[in-house]
């Protein structure tokens, strides 16, 4: 990820906060949400959502952000209660370009790939937005600490005012303290959660009232990408959609499971959705909670 460059997505030198009379914001219920097999899932690109999380630093509006590939679609199609988690995230991000092409089929032109180590390095990497405080919790012990050094390397205008290793395992009372007590002394903007899916999205959901951050944002496998654990797939093989191969061919016996259940089911639910054959009602708490544009094929 090191030749990524930050002022590619929104404009070298651009910035999304302009506080003052002449502030320009996206608002957020200006996003529609397209339908994937009845996860809500926001129509917006990198820029959008780069400007949109700013803004709601600004105003200390708190929310969880998730980043939804056909694994969390699937996911939240078998478990109820992560589908109701998504419906009540601040933001629900396309990261996969199944999600992508899905949304383009329900005329959301607009809508491109917002994948979870790309937009961390955008948001740590804009030299105007180095006033944001980051907090770095996942990985196994020592991960987040590495994650901390390569990015202060990276970017030495970065503050990263914290990590946490969370265990395997539930937390007990006493590490729930430690914790909360650590991010509150931190104060961050923003609380970068590197698990997986769906445990990060509960964990998210879980802790973000008792937490001094103003955002957390659950980023998956971002925190091993960066730390040079897990090799990036090059750009052709995410634009065609086969970066689960990549990702699969890199670590067999963890993620076979998982790919062998979850494509299959994915291609036919979507086909069953795409032909008309079977119709997704969005949860209601997404629908309230973004109010999309109204465009009929999102009720698919």
Same mark, same amino acid.
């Given at each position: 990820?090191?030749?990524?460059?930050? %002022?590619?997505?929104? *404009?070298? %030198? +651009? +910035?999304?906060?302009?506080?003052?009379?002449?502030?320009?914001?996206? /608002?957020?219920?200006?996003?529609?949400?397209?339908?994937?097999?009845?996860?809500?899932?926001?129509?917006?690109?990198?820029?959008?959502?780069? $400007?949109?999380? !700013?803004?709601?630093?600004?105003?200390?509006?708190?929310?969880?952000? #998730?980043?939804?590939?056909?694994?969390?679609?699937?996911? $939240?199609?078998?478990?109820?209660?992560? &589908?109701?988690?998504? $419906?009540?995230?601040?933001?629900?991000?396309?990261?996969?370009?199944? =999600?992508?092409?899905?949304?383009?089929?329900? *005329?959301?032109?607009?809508?491109?790939?917002?994948?979870?180590?790309?937009?961390?390095?955008?948001?740590?990497?804009?030299?105007?937005? +180095?006033?944001?405080?980051?907090?770095? !919790? %996942?990985?196994? /012990?020592?991960?987040?600490?590495?994650?901390? @050094?390569?990015?202060? &390397?990276?970017?030495?205008?970065?503050?990263? #005012? *914290?990590?946490?290793? /969370?265990?395997?395992?539930?937390?007990?009372?006493?590490?729930?303290?430690?914790?909360?007590?650590?991010?509150? @002394?931190?104060?961050?903007?923003?609380?970068?959660? %590197?698990?997986?899916?769906?445990?990060?999205?509960?964990?998210?959901?879980?802790?973000?009232?008792?937490?001094?951050?103003?955002?957390?944002?659950?980023?998956? $496998? =971002?925190?091993?990408?960066?730390?040079?654990?897990?090799?990036?797939? /090059?750009?052709?093989?995410?634009?065609?959609?086969? &970066?689960?191969?990549?990702?699969?061919?890199?670590?067999?016996?963890?993620?076979?499971?998982?790919? @062998?259940?979850?494509?299959?089911?994915?291609?036919?639910?979507?086909?069953? &959705?795409?032909?008309?054959?079977?119709?997704?009602?969005?949860?209601? =708490?997404?629908?309230?909670? +973004?109010?999309?544009?109204?465009?009929?094929?999102?009720?698919?």
């Amino acid at each position: 990820m090191t030749d990524f460059d930050p %002022g590619t997505q929104l *404009g070298a %030198g +651009s +910035s999304p906060i302009v506080e003052g009379p002449e502030e320009t914001t996206t /608002p957020l219920d200006s996003v529609p949400l397209a339908n994937l097999l009845g996860v809500g899932v926001h129509a917006i690109d990198m820029p959008r959502t780069v $400007a949109i999380m !700013c803004q709601a630093i600004v105003h200390r509006r708190k929310g969880y952000i #998730c980043l939804m590939s056909a694994h969390g679609i699937i996911e $939240a199609r078998r478990d109820k209660s992560f &589908q109701k988690v998504a $419906a009540n995230a601040f933001l629900v991000l396309p990261d996969g370009m199944p =999600a992508v092409w899905m949304g383009h089929h329900q *005329g959301f032109a607009e809508m491109q790939r917002v994948f979870g180590p790309e937009l961390m390095e955008v948001i740590l990497g804009r030299e105007d937005l +180095s006033h944001l405080r980051h907090f770095f !919790c %996942g990985g196994a /012990p020592g991960v987040a600490d590495r994650l901390r @050094a390569v990015m202060v &390397q990276r970017y030495p205008s970065v503050q990263v #005012c *914290g990590t946490f290793s /969370p265990p395997f395992e539930p937390m007990t009372p006493e590490q729930d303290f430690d914790f909360i007590q650590q991010v509150r @002394a931190a104060q961050p903007d923003i609380l970068w959660v %590197g698990i997986s899916t769906p445990k990060q999205d509960h964990f998210m959901h879980r802790y973000l009232p008792l937490l001094d951050t103003t955002l957390m944002v659950g980023v998956g $496998a =971002a925190f091993l990408f960066h730390v040079g654990a897990i090799h990036d797939s /090059p750009a052709w093989v995410k634009r065609s959609g086969l &970066q689960w191969l990549h990702r699969l061919i890199q670590e067999p016996s963890r993620l076979w499971r998982r790919y @062998a259940i979850t494509v299959p089911l994915f291609v036919f639910h979507a086909g069953l &959705q795409l032909i008309g054959l079977k119709r997704y009602s969005l949860n209601p =708490a997404s629908v309230f909670r +973004s109010r999309p544009t109204n465009r009929p094929t999102t009720t698919r």
